[in-house]
């Protein structure tokens, strides 16, 4: 069974920044991409943003393009997302997923994800 670690959520002020990590149970998956997701109350679960493992391609949301910045740590299994210029309709929780077999836009679409972490909270006070 595959864990995946979610930590880094917390309360910011907008405008502020954070960095969310995933720290993944298993060492390889062979090829995988792995990448973000939020949900918001009352709001459908959708996609931030993702990276390839092996290849490091990213790919992101269009509306978190520029503010949003996936990046990896293959020594540590370890994903992050930093998310600069934060708003208040950034609040949500934060989910942390991993796609085996999949490219970085693949697992934009949450039915190719074959695993979820638990969830951070980010709440963004205005």
């Known amino acids: 069974q595959v864990q995946l670690v979610e930590s880094g959520g917390g309360l910011v002020q907008a405008g502020g920044s954070l960095r969310l990590s995933c720290t993944t149970s298993?060492?390889?998956?062979?090829?995988?991409?792995m990448g973000w997701f939020r949900q918001a109350p009352g709001k459908e679960r959708e996609f931030v943003a993702a990276?390839?493992?092996?290849?490091?391609?990213?790919y992101y949301s269009d509306s978190m393009k520029g503010r949003f910045t996936i990046s990896k740590d293959n020594a540590k299994n370890t994903v992050y997302l930093e998310m600069n210029s934060l708003k208040s309709e950034d609040t949500a929780v934060y989910y942390c997923?991993?796609?085996?077999?999949?490219?970085?836009?693949?697992?934009?679409?949450?039915?190719?994800?074959?695993?979820w972490g638990q969830g951070t909270q980010v709440t963004v006070s205005s």
């Open positions: 997923a991993a796609g085996l077999g999949a490219t970085a836009q693949a697992i934009s679409r949450a039915t190719a994800v074959n695993y």
């Open positions: 990276i390839n493992w092996s290849s490091g391609s990213t």
């Open positions: 298993r060492r390889t998956f062979g090829n995988y991409a």
